[in-house]
Nanobody, 117 residues
Framework: QVQLVESGGGLVQAGGSLRLSCVASGSIFSINVMGWYRQALGNQRELVATITSDGGRNYADSAKDRFAISRDNAKNTVYLQMNSLKPEDTAVYYC???????????WGKGTLVTVSS
C-alpha cells in the first residue's frame, strides 16, 4: 500500500500562484509515476500532469504553459507549481502514485484549489 498526503491548496485570486505538494509513504517502488489530476464540480476527473521517476513529464494542454510538475525522489514528493491561475482552474486536485509493474495506481484524498475572479 502507498499513502499519499497532499498539501498546498487554498484560495487565490486570478493571476496568482500556488504550489501543491504530495508526499508518498509505504510500499515505495523505485520505478513509478507520480502525478496530479483534478476534478471540478460537475466535471469528470482529468489529468493535469505526470512525472516519471526518471523525470519524464507529461502535461494536459490546459497546464502546459502555466503549470510545472517536479519531484524529489529522496523525499518521495511530487510538486505542482501553478502560475497565472484562472477561475476555471478551481477544482479538487488529486495526487497519484502509479506502479507500472504492478498495474496499480494510488490516489490521495485531494486538496481544494479555489481561484477567485
Amino acid at each position: 500500500q502507498v499513502q499519499l498526503v497532499e498539501s498546498g491548496g487554498g484560495l487565490v485570486q486570478a493571476g496568482g500562484s500556488l504550489r501543491l505538494s504530495c508526499v508518498a509513504s509505504g510500499s515505495i517502488f523505485s520505478i513509478n509515476v507520480m502525478g496530479w489530476y483534478r476534478q471540478a464540480l460537475g466535471n469528470q476527473r482529468e489529468l493535469v500532469a505526470t512525472i516519471t521517476s526518471d523525470g519524464g513529464r507529461n502535461y494536459a494542454d490546459s497546464a502546459k504553459d502555466r503549470f510545472a510538475i517536479s519531484r524529489d525522489n529522496a523525499k518521495n514528493t511530487v510538486y505542482l507549481q501553478m502560475n497565472s491561475l484562472k477561475p476555471e482552474d478551481t477544482a479538487v486536485y488529486y495526487c497519484t502514485y502509479q506502479i507500472p509493474s504492478r498495474f496499480r495506481t494510488y490516489w490521495g484524498k485531494g486538496t481544494l484549489v479555489t481561484v477567485s475572479s
